[in-house]
């Protein structure tokens, strides 16, 4: 857990006096902070086959440190038939400390790991500062064993800050070490 303090005090004594001077915040209150990060896998396949859920729940939740939920349709779609309430996904919601540690492990560990990686869209932003980027495979996360993966799975990761646009919440990623490519 010494990552997850030195992404804490990271914050705290570089990036907040930093956007501080940037924006012109009169309170330390007003600077943006990351307030959580939830990861999402879609399986939708595993409306045929049901062991797909569960290694789905074991990856995430190696790659999360934290149980997983699984998520349900909402409505029926019978071009796919599937029906309202059937297990199509899972994710897992991170805060705090698990949160800080989770975005140093993605940021240094696991995007580096991506073949050609050039850096990430800066463009994801939904208008409101946050952020939603999406991975493509799984087994870049060090925790993720290749041997004991039956299938290649995404998985997005929406990283939700408290920023009021998305030039503050682009921002506070950048300083936070996220490499954005433009």
């Given at each position: 857990?010494?990552?997850?303090?030195?992404?804490?005090?990271?914050?705290?004594?570089?990036?907040?006096?930093?956007?501080?001077?940037?924006?012109?915040?009169?309170?330390?209150?007003?600077?943006?902070?990351?307030?959580?990060?939830?990861?999402?896998?879609?399986?939708?396949?595993?409306?045929?086959?049901?062991?797909?859920?569960?290694?789905?729940?074991?990856?995430?939740?190696?790659?999360?440190?934290?149980?997983?939920?699984?998520?349900?349709?909402?409505?029926?779609?019978?071009?796919?038939?599937?029906?309202?309430?059937m297990s199509i996904g899972v994710k897992v919601t991170l805060?705090?400390?698990?949160?800080?540690?989770?975005?140093?492990?993605?940021?240094?560990?696991?995007?580096?790991?991506v073949r050609d990686f050039r850096g990430v869209d800066g463009?994801?932003?939904?208008?409101?500062?946050?952020?939603?980027?999406?991975i493509e495979e799984q087994i870049i996360f060090p925790e993720?064993?290749?041997?004991?993966?039956?299938?290649?799975?995404?998985?997005?990761?929406?990283?939700?800050?408290?920023?009021?646009?998305?030039?503050?919440?682009?921002?506070?990623?950048?300083?936070?070490?996220?490499?954005?490519?433009?």
């Open positions: 857990m010494a990552y997850v303090a030195r992404m804490r005090n990271y914050y705290r004594d570089e990036v907040v006096p930093a956007l501080q001077r940037q924006f012109n915040y009169d309170n330390v209150m007003q600077v943006p902070r990351m307030q959580k990060v939830v990861l999402n896998m879609g399986l939708g396949e595993a409306i045929q086959n049901g062991r797909l859920l569960d290694a789905g729940m074991e990856q995430l939740r190696l790659i999360s440190g934290q149980q997983p939920v699984i998520t349900k349709a909402k409505r029926s779609i019978a071009a796919y038939k599937l029906r309202t309430g805060r705090s400390d698990r949160m800080y540690d989770f975005f140093d492990r993605l940021v240094n560990i696991a995007l580096p790991r463009n994801k932003f939904d208008g409101r500062g946050n952020y939603t980027l999406g993720v064993d290749y041997d004991k993966v039956d299938r290649i799975k995404g998985l997005s990761v929406a990283v939700v800050t408290s920023a009021q646009t998305d030039v503050e919440g682009k921002e506070l990623l950048r300083l936070m070490g996220m490499p954005f490519r433009n």
